[in-house]
């Protein structure tokens, strides 16, 4: 994380965690951009628009002066009626609430990390000054996964998935809370976000597990909720920033307290980096390892399955649950048939799973199909889910 270790570019992780600061320093400036936009697009909107079309049509060309006085009062329909322009004064403070966790974040990453605020000024003003702004979407989405990670109304996102994952667990390592004496299974969660899962693993008992993410902005949050992390200390309104599919403006502004339950410090090993080279001293070294919505993030598939089998003890498992869908630059877009071809022949030996984990996707019991939820906002009137494919395989 040093400066002066390796070169310094945006790839660098000090660089990597400054552009994240940036994005949660910059939060409210840029959301409340976007507000005075759609402020000024209602500003557009003719008298016509913003009144019904009976009243349109009554107070048309040749109306009467009675006719013609309705039309200039309807210009103020919308107000009237649905109070539209105070909308985006209501947006404007739930974000200007926003930005104090951020703040928040931003203050936790700086002491974490042992970086000083005048670096953080400096790297803002001098990104800025090249015409580099602030990753908005970025900033939004490790937001968003606090709720899918760390509130209640992300029960209905995990509740299904994390069932598959831990009743698969208790099958493969039933022994491992019995033998005091022995080592606790060593397990690996690459992709982990904001950590929720490798928690809730640990919790389990026998597991001693090492989460790994590569987004500073998600490793940010991270820090911040191991750092002040007690039970429904923290509240925000994550769904403030879209303005689409809401049953009514409460919910799109509404609060959501968060982490549902406390975070404790120390109860995984949290590695930073990129999972094809942040454990190139570990070969053999874990009993198992869980790619949850992960394998298709990759740059090169080949990789992630090359490390997965190094790192990996012969014998050990590796459990995987998550779409196929694939970025914009992968090098390889293997199908689900591919995938299992080829990790055949990498030496993974696929095991017959449960039903807890859905119906099988072929004729054999091995990989399985389940519906898994990832939309964050349960009352929505959208719904994105995916058939997540699920299996376990023994390395040979």
Same mark, same amino acid.
């Given at each position: 994380?040093?400066?002066?270790?390796?070169?310094?570019?945006?790839?660098? @992780?000090?660089? !990597?965690?400054?552009?994240?600061?940036?994005?949660?320093? /910059?939060?409210?400036?840029?959301? !409340?951009?976007?507000?005075?936009?759609?402020?000024?697009?209602?500003?557009?909107?003719?008298?016509?628009? /913003?009144?019904?079309?009976?009243?349109?049509?009554?107070?048309?060309?040749?109306?009467? &002066?009675?006719?013609?006085?309705?039309?200039?009062?309807?210009?103020?329909?919308?107000? /009237?009626?649905?109070?539209?322009?105070?909308?985006?004064?209501?947006?404007?403070? /739930?974000?200007?609430?926003?930005?104090?966790? +951020?703040?928040?974040?931003?203050?936790?990453?700086?002491?974490?990390?042992?970086?000083?605020?005048?670096?953080?000024?400096?790297?803002?003003?001098?990104?800025?000054?090249?015409?580099?702004?602030?990753?908005?979407?970025?900033?939004?989405?490790?937001?968003?996964?606090? %709720?899918?990670?760390?509130?209640?109304?992300?029960?209905?996102?995990?509740?299904?998935?994390?069932? +598959?994952?831990?009743?698969?667990?208790?099958?493969?390592?039933?022994?491992?809370?019995?033998?005091?004496?022995?080592?606790?299974? &060593?397990?690996?969660?690459?992709?982990?976000?904001? *950590?929720?899962?490798?928690?809730?693993?640990?919790?389990?008992?026998?597991?001693?597990?090492?989460?790994?993410?590569?987004?500073?902005?998600?490793?940010?949050?991270?820090?911040?909720?191991?750092?002040? *992390?007690?039970?429904?200390?923290?509240?925000?309104?994550?769904?403030?920033?879209?303005?689409?599919?809401?049953?009514?403006?409460?919910?799109?502004?509404?609060?959501?307290?968060?982490?549902?339950?406390?975070?404790?410090?120390?109860?995984?090993?949290?590695?930073?980096?990129?999972?094809?080279?942040?454990?190139?001293?570990?070969?053999?070294?874990?009993?198992?390892?869980?790619?949850?919505?992960?394998?298709?993030?990759?740059?090169?598939?080949?990789?992630?399955?090359?490390?997965?089998?190094?790192?990996?003890?012969? *014998?050990? %498992?590796?459990?995987?649950?998550? @779409?196929?869908?694939?970025?914009?630059? @992968?090098?390889?877009?293997?199908?689900?048939?591919?995938?299992?071809?080829?990790? &055949?022949?990498?030496?993974?030996?696929?095991?017959?799973?449960?039903?807890? +984990? *859905?119906?099988?996707?072929?004729?054999?019991?091995?990989?399985?199909?389940?519906?898994?939820?990832?939309?964050?906002?349960?009352?929505?009137?959208?719904?994105?889910?995916?058939?997540?494919?699920?299996?376990?395989?023994?390395?040979?």
């Amino acid at each position: 994380m040093a400066r002066d270790h390796g070169t310094w570019s945006p790839h660098h @992780p000090r660089h !990597r965690l400054l552009d994240a600061l940036h994005g949660f320093s /910059k939060y409210y400036e840029q959301q !409340r951009a976007e507000v005075h936009r759609l402020r000024g697009l209602y500003g557009q909107a003719s008298p016509s628009q /913003k009144q019904p079309a009976a009243v349109a049509v009554r107070a048309g060309a040749g109306g009467s &002066r009675v006719d013609r006085g309705r039309a200039v009062d309807a210009e103020q329909f919308l107000e /009237k009626h649905v109070a539209y322009s105070s909308k985006f004064k209501r947006v404007e403070q /739930k974000l200007a609430a926003n930005q104090h966790v +951020c703040d928040d974040i931003v203050q936790a990453a700086l002491a974490f990390y042992n970086i000083g605020a005048d670096e953080l000024r400096r790297h803002v003003h001098d990104s800025e000054a090249k015409g580099r702004r602030a990753d908005k979407t970025s900033v939004s989405q490790s937001l968003k996964h606090i %709720v899918r990670d760390w509130t209640g109304e992300g029960d209905n996102e995990r509740n299904a998935t994390f069932a +598959c994952l831990v009743s698969t667990l208790d099958r493969l390592f039933p022994d491992r809370n019995r033998n005091p004496l022995r080592d606790h299974v &060593r397990l690996l969660l690459p992709g982990s976000g904001l *950590g929720r899962l490798g928690h809730h693993i640990a919790q389990l008992g026998g597991f001693q597990v090492t989460v790994n993410e590569w987004s500073m902005y998600m490793n940010a949050v991270y820090r911040f909720l191991e750092a002040r *992390g007690s039970a429904l200390s923290h509240s925000f309104h994550p769904f403030v920033d879209s303005w689409s599919h809401h049953v009514s403006d409460d919910d799109m502004n509404r609060a959501v307290r968060f982490p549902d339950v406390a975070v404790r410090p120390g109860t995984v090993l949290a590695v930073e980096g990129d999972f094809t080279t942040a454990f190139t001293n570990q070969s053999a070294h874990y009993d198992a390892v869980v790619t949850y919505f992960f394998i298709d993030t990759a740059r090169n598939l080949m990789s992630y399955f090359d490390t997965i089998s190094r790192v990996l003890d012969k *014998g050990g %498992v590796w459990i995987n649950l998550g @779409p196929l869908l694939y970025g914009t630059g @992968p090098l390889v877009q293997l199908s689900l048939e591919d995938i299992l071809a080829v990790t &055949r022949e990498m030496g993974f030996r696929f095991l017959e799973t449960a039903e807890v +984990c *859905g119906d099988p996707t072929f004729s054999e019991p091995t990989v399985r199909s389940m519906e898994a939820v990832y939309s964050f906002d349960r009352v929505a009137l959208t719904r994105s889910a995916y058939s997540a494919q699920f299996w376990a395989a023994t390395k040979l």
